[in-house]
Structure formats: structure tokens, C-alpha cells
């Protein structure tokens, strides 16, 4: 069993950054590889970026891409989103996951999920 705790959320405004992190328990931490994903109102639970168990191989959403970045303490059994130059469309509740499956980019594929983060970004 993993279990994952979200915290770093909060309001920010257009073209601002904040760091959201994932704190997890279970001696299996380190073999899992994680990702983080977000569900804006309305709207399907998408993928966001993921990285392998030994924090050496990232991947992102285009849509991210070149403003996010996933990194993790194995030591700290502790994974991080670094979001900078935030945008209003990444207003959203932003999610932990683990699984057994790199990458982790389909929800379908998710073992474990946090209870989520609320990201606000205003114009």
C-alpha cells in the first residue's frame, strides 16, 4: 500500500509559480514510478507529467511542457511539481498518483491517488 498526500496549492496570479508536493508512505515508495495529473470543473482528469522510479526519466504534456517540472526525493519518499509561468487554463485540483506502470500518463493506469490540491491562477 502507498498512500499519497498533496500539499502547495493555493491562489497565484498569471505568470507566477508554485512548488506542489507529494508526500508518500509505504516501505514500496521507491520502486513506484509517479505522475501528477488535474481536473479542472467540467472537465476530464488529465495527465500532467510523470518520472520513472529512479527520478532520472520525465515526461510532460505539451501543454506544460518547458514550464513544469516533476523531480523526486526517494530519501524523503517526497515527489514535486515545480510549476512556473502558471497560465489561468492551470487553474485546476491537481492530483498525486503512483502505479507500477511508467509512464504514468493515463488515470486509467493509476494505482494510487492523492486527495488532491486546489491550484488557482488569476488573470
Known amino acids: 500500500q502507498v498512500q499519497l498526500v498533496e500539499s502547495g496549492g493555493g491562489l497565484v496570479q498569471a505568470g507566477g509559480s508554485l512548488r506542489l508536493s507529494c508526500a508518500a508512505s509505504?516501505?514500496?515508495?521507491?520502486?513506484?514510478?509517479m505522475g501528477w495529473f488535474r481536473q479542472a470543473p467540467g472537465k476530464e482528469r488529465e495527465f500532467v507529467a510523470t518520472i520513472d522510479w529512479t527520478g532520472s526519466t520525465t515526461d510532460y504534456a505539451d501543454s506544460v511542457k518547458g514550464r513544469f517540472t516533476i523531480s523526486r526525493n526517494v530519501d524523503k519518499n517526497t515527489e514535486y511539481l515545480q510549476m512556473n509561468s502558471l497560465k489561468p487554463e492551470d487553474t485546476a485540483v491537481y492530483y498525486c498518483?503512483?502505479?507500477?506502470?511508467?509512464?504514468?500518463?493515463?488515470?486509467?493506469?493509476?494505482?494510487?491517488w492523492g486527495q488532491g490540491t486546489q491550484v488557482t491562477v488569476s488573470s
Open positions: 509505504g516501505r514500496t515508495f521507491s520502486v513506484y514510478p
Open positions: 498518483a503512483a502505479s507500477s506502470i511508467y509512464p504514468l500518463n493515463s488515470p486509467l493506469n493509476v494505482d494510487y
